[in-house]
Structure formats: C-alpha cells, structure tokens
C-alpha cells in the first residue's frame, strides 16, 4: 500500500519527477559511499600510536618516534611520519602540510556546488510535489553532510595539533642539542 502511494505520488509530480529521482539516487550512493569510508577511518584511528609518537619526540628519540609511526594506517600517525622522514627536501612544516593535504583529500567533499533549480512548468499540483520531493531529498542530504563535513573539520583540527607538536618537539630538541637528521639518514640507508 505504501509503495502504491509512492508510486501515485511520483506519477502526480510530472515529468520532474524523473531528474528528481536521479538525484535521490545519487544522494544515496554519495551518502552511502561517505559512512562506508568514514567507518573504515574510525577503525584505522590508533590514538595510542600516536602518543607513544609523540612521547618517543619528547623525549629526544626521533628515530624511534619514526619507527613506530611507519606503517601506520591512521592518517594523522602517516602525516607525523612524512613531516619525520621527507623534512630534508623542503621545510619540516611543509612535509606536514603536503602529507596533511593528502589525507584531508582522502576524506574529500561531498560536493562544493550547489544545484541550480530549474523552472518547474505544470500545474500547482505538479510543482508542489515535485517541491516536496526535492526539500525532502535535499534535508535528509544536508544532515550526513553536515555530519561528513564535521569529521573533516576535526581530522584536519588533530592534523594540525599533531604538526604543531612535531615542530616544537623538533626544534626543542634542536635546542638541547640533538641530532634531527641522523635517525633519518640511517633509517635510510639500513632500508636501501
């Protein structure tokens, strides 16, 4: 009976109904595709890993702190080791935000531009439906989109703490005197 309603309401709604559908369709995916990726994130997170990292900088031993960060799959873990290891070829700050930039790209946007309404001809019945149908599509769209666009904002908030802390944790211990460099050149030269 339910399906029967949706479907009188689909045909009542005109020709308009069809690009409306499309776009329903694809909001699904696009949502569907989003939650997929994000489930698979949360379950690489390893916040423990990241503060033995930060832990082993502290303390001086960046060569360790690299060594644990190395095969990590959580993006914030493989940001902190790119500023580590490939600081030599440019600045440290920015192998972080190179190294910070792909794993924001990863999470992406679910789109940037917004649709332009084309003009709904017909009777006010027609119009009003086809309305309803793209308000409905469009409000339950704006809630995972919000939800998405939230989960960026705080990748990249703990992207940038953990580049922060890396560079004075780095330059700290330039002060006392340590050698940055040497655990990279050796890391390099024991795995070529």
Sequence with gaps: MLANVVIDYFLKGGPIMYPILIVAIVAVCVVGERTFWWLRLNMRRDPETLEKVLAAMENGDFKAAATLAKDSEDPVVRMVWHGLNHY???????????????????????????????????????????????????????????????????????????????????????????????????SHETSG
């Design 88 to 186: 030599q070829h440019s600045s440290m700050q920015g192998a972080l935000q190179v190294a910070a930039g792909i794993e924001l790209q990863k999470a992406g946007a679910i789109g940037g531009e917004e649709l332009a309404v084309q003009k709904i001809t017909g009777g006010i019945g027609e119009a009003l439906i086809a309305t309803m149908c793209g308000l409905a599509i469009a409000i339950i769209s704006l809630i995972p989109f919000n939800f998405f666009t939230s989960k960026t904002s705080r990748l990249q908030f703990e992207m940038e703490t953990a580049a922060t802390n890396v560079e004075v944790m780095v330059n700290a211990a330039r002060q006392r005197g340590s050698e940055t460099p040497a655990y990279s050149q050796e």
